[in-house]
């Protein structure tokens, strides 16, 4: 609820969200997940890998098992959860998914995790404003987005209900909740890996990855 004070109680999992199409994921979106999940005191992190981002061109995206299968090569041994839950939920917009977790899994708290460069661009995607009364945003600096995130008309909404990252530890906050992570910029992105090795989906062809919050397997084109 807007404006409702939250104390997390112990007993309670607090999970990072952090959503993509990790086409393919890669050692920058460990890091930056690991970093969140020291800086903000949080148990663990979902990597939530979109069927199809709204946002993002369909060509060039590789089947969703090729997908998965990467992401969960690149968390392994690190305390995330490799996940396409959004197919099950039949959700294709962030403020779908996160509301619709929220829901299925009330024994939890959640931080939506995002880079600059979506900051930069959040006042695109649909009912931002709902995602940010849904659950605290905690956003990682990313190179070369900075300024644009700054002065965007996200940011000039969201400015006012900025916190440290120590009343997300402490487990006490009110949404909309705002957290700016500063740490060592990572350079890596999917797109400089597609251009280096364009066949790196063909390596998980037969991948059927089992998902690592339903347990199902995943398989098939989409």
């Known amino acids: 609820m807007a404006g409702a004070r939250q104390r ?15 086409n393919p994921a ?5 890091r930056i997940t690991r970093f969140a999940l020291d800086a903000l005191g949080l148990d663990e992190a979902w990597w939530l890998v979109s069927p199809g981002n709204p946002l993002k061109p369909a ?7 090729a997908r998965v299968a990467s992401a969960r090569n690149i968390a392994r041994g690190a305390p995330i959860r490799v ?25 939890r708290r959640f931080i939506w995790l995002m880079g600059s460069d979506n900051l930069a661009q959040f006042a ?16 990682i600096e990313r190179p070369g987005y900075d300024a644009r995130a700054i002065g ?13 990252a120590a009343r997300i530890r402490r487990g006490e906050w009110s949404v909309p909740a705002l957290v700016i992570l500063r740490f060592d910029p990572d350079p890596r992105s999917a797109t400089a890996i597609r251009q280096r090795d364009p066949d790196w ?3 998980h062809a037969t991948a059927r990855p089992r998902d690592g919050v339903t347990h199902r397997l995943i398989a098939g084109p989409a």
Do not use: K
């Open 8 to 22: 997390t109680d112990p007993r309670v999992i607090t999970t990072a969200l952090l959503g993509g199409s990790f």
């Open 26 to 30: 890669h050692g920058g979106h460990r």
């Open 59 to 65: 060509a060039g995206m590789a089947p969703l098992a």
């Open 83 to 107: 996940t396409a839950i959004e197919r099950e939920l039949g959700t294709r917009y962030t403020v779908d998914t996160l509301r619709a977790l929220v829901r299925r899994y009330p024994g």
């Open 124 to 139: 695109r995607w649909r009912d931002w404003r709902g995602i940010a009364r849904t659950m605290p945003i905690a956003v």
């Open 152 to 164: 965007g008309p996200a940011m000039a909404w969201l400015r006012p209900h900025i916190v440290p």
């Open 201 to 203: 989906a063909a390596r």
